[in-house]
């Protein structure tokens, strides 16, 4: 239970960290002139706490644990990239197939996006899980 919520909270961290960067940049730069009128005016946090709350903990069922049982860093950055670009790739394409006038370089940024961070995630919530317990 011990590794549990170590690598929660550390895998957690790190994806917040890393994310923040992203959408603080990125969200003026890209999603605001691309999107507009289908963004919301104020950031609405319960979806938003909701999403990160149950992507950590896939993180960690599909790429810090078996990292941990492996006892490679590798895992966790090949793990978490394919996670990463596979839940991305659903959100995107899902809004691609669905949506009028969704922007294709939305799609290609978010699934590099997706890949990276699920990926640096997953190998520093590893490194930090490791170190703190041995």
């Given at each position: 239970?011990?590794?549990?919520?170590?690598?929660?909270?550390?895998?957690?961290?790190?994806?917040?960290?890393?994310?923040?960067?992203?959408?603080?940049?990125?969200?003026?730069?890209?999603?605001?002139?691309?999107?507009?009128?289908?963004l919301?005016?104020?950031?609405?946090?319960?979806?938003?706490?909701?999403?990160?709350?149950?992507?950590?903990?896939?993180?960690?069922?599909?790429?810090?644990?078996?990292?941990l049982?492996?006892?490679?860093?590798?895992?966790?950055?090949?793990?978490?990239?394919?996670?990463?670009f596979v839940?991305?790739?659903?959100?995107?394409?899902?809004n691609?197939?669905t949506?009028?006038?969704?922007?294709?370089?939305?799609?290609?940024?978010?699934?590099?996006?997706?890949?990276?961070?699920?990926?640096?995630?997953a190998?520093?919530?590893?490194?930090?899980?490791?170190?703190?317990?041995?």
């Amino acid at each position: 239970m011990k590794t549990l919520g170590i690598a929660y909270v550390a895998t957690g961290l790190v994806f917040l960290a890393i994310d923040a960067i992203w959408l603080s940049t990125m969200a003026s730069r890209l999603y605001r002139p691309l999107l507009g009128d289908m963004l919301t005016d104020s950031f609405n946090v319960a979806p938003a706490v909701f999403f990160y709350l149950i992507y950590i903990g896939g993180i960690l069922f599909f790429a810090l644990y078996p990292a941990l049982g492996a006892g490679r860093w590798q895992t966790a950055a090949l793990n978490g990239a394919v996670l990463g670009f596979v839940a991305y790739a659903t959100y995107d394409l899902t809004n691609q197939a669905t949506l009028r006038n969704w922007p294709t370089i939305i799609t290609v940024a978010d699934l590099a996006w997706g890949t990276f961070l699920t990926a640096a995630s997953a190998t520093g919530g590893f490194l930090i899980t490791r170190k703190l317990l041995g």
